[in-house]
């Protein structure tokens, strides 16, 4: 786990790892199968998710589909101006300050 600005959520987040990832994923992948649609809400399905991620992280409350964006290596390095980190790991510039890579 690792502390990095999420551009979705506007702060930063705790970003997981790869193993932290794959469980969270197994899990967010089993709402879908375990439970027809309809028959619970989605907190209730997705509670999985967001409890595990609760325990990885400490973050309490996080959506479970700002979860799977909460993923280490979806992000690039650090920008040298800014120190944000850039969208993606191929971005050629920073969306925050616009400096070229």
Not at 26 to 42: D, E, I, K, N
Not at 80 to 89: D, E
Request: proline residues 9%; positive net charge; charged residues 20%.
């Amino acid at each position: 786990m690792k502390r990095l600005w999420c551009w979705r959520c506007q702060q930063e987040m705790p970003m997981l790892d790869e193993v932290e990832f794959a469980e969270v994923a197994r899990l967010y992948g089993g709402a879908f199968r375990t439970t027809p649609p309809g028959q619970h809400s989605v907190n209730e399905r997705f509670a999985p998710v967001t409890l595990a991620y609760e325990r990885m992280t400490g973050c309490v409350g996080c959506h479970p589909n700002a979860v799977m964006h909460h993923r280490i290596s979806m992000y690039g390095p650090p920008c040298t101006a800014c120190g944000k980190p850039l969208r993606t790991p191929q971005a050629r510039y920073c969306a925050a300050c616009g400096s070229t890579r």
